[in-house]
């Protein structure tokens, strides 16, 4: 059984923020995909998740656009697996009490040839949305990613 976005997720992220804070390489990003790559049977798998009330519309039409945002959801997931994520953070501190906190994260990339594995409700309320990417798509993307950055 594949294992969800948010029980395979962190250790990559967390694998990318060691690789990345000792320096990275190229090697060393090429080594963090394919091991993760091979605890997934050589398939990247996201999910992505979308609330239905949010969206505008008709019912029959807020059903569809939480599809759909599920699956952009699912494909910015994919992304990160890939690119990884910038993530810059800003603390204000006033008389030695934090007074602000900001956190943003940004990820960009390009991501074809994912697969839908599944599209579901999963309550009244929200739709979820599982794609995966062969690993021959992924290490292409992969490839010319690392070719960029060179």
Request: proline share 3%; with cysteine.
């Given at each position: 059984?594949?294992?969800?976005?948010?029980?395979?997720?962190?250790?990559?992220?967390?694998?990318?923020?060691?690789?990345?804070?000792?320096?990275?390489?190229?090697?060393?990003?090429t080594v963090?995909?394919?091991?993760?790559?091979?605890?997934?049977?050589?398939?990247?798998?996201?999910?992505?998740?979308?609330?239905?009330?949010?969206?505008?519309?008709?019912?029959?039409?807020?059903?569809?656009?939480?599809?759909?945002?599920?699956?952009?959801?699912?494909?910015?997931?994919?992304?990160?697996?890939?690119?990884?994520l910038y993530?810059?953070?800003?603390?204000?501190?006033?008389?030695?009490?934090?007074?602000?906190?900001?956190?943003?994260?940004?990820?960009e990339g390009?991501?074809?040839?994912?697969?839908?594995?599944?599209?579901?409700?999963?309550?009244?309320?929200?739709?979820?949305?599982?794609?995966?990417?062969?690993?021959?798509?992924?290490?292409?993307?992969?490839?010319?990613?690392?070719?960029?950055?060179?």
């Amino acid at each position: 059984m594949r294992a969800t976005l948010f029980t395979s997720f962190p250790p990559l992220l967390f694998s990318i923020l060691v690789i990345s804070s000792c320096g990275s390489t190229t090697e060393d990003l090429t080594v963090a995909l394919a091991e993760r790559m091979q605890l997934e049977s050589g398939r990247l798998t996201a999910t992505g998740y979308a609330d239905i009330g949010v969206q505008s519309g008709n019912p029959s039409q807020q059903r569809i656009l939480a599809i759909r945002a599920s699956k952009i959801d699912a494909y910015r997931s994919l992304s990160e697996q890939i690119y990884g994520l910038y993530i810059d953070a800003t603390t204000t501190v006033g008389d030695l009490v934090v007074q602000n906190d900001v956190i943003q994260s940004r990820v960009e990339g390009v991501i074809y040839g994912a697969e839908i594995e599944s599209i579901k409700p999963v309550s009244d309320s929200a739709y979820e949305v599982t794609l995966s990417l062969p690993q021959a798509i992924a290490n292409d993307i992969k490839r010319l990613y690392l070719q960029s950055i060179e």
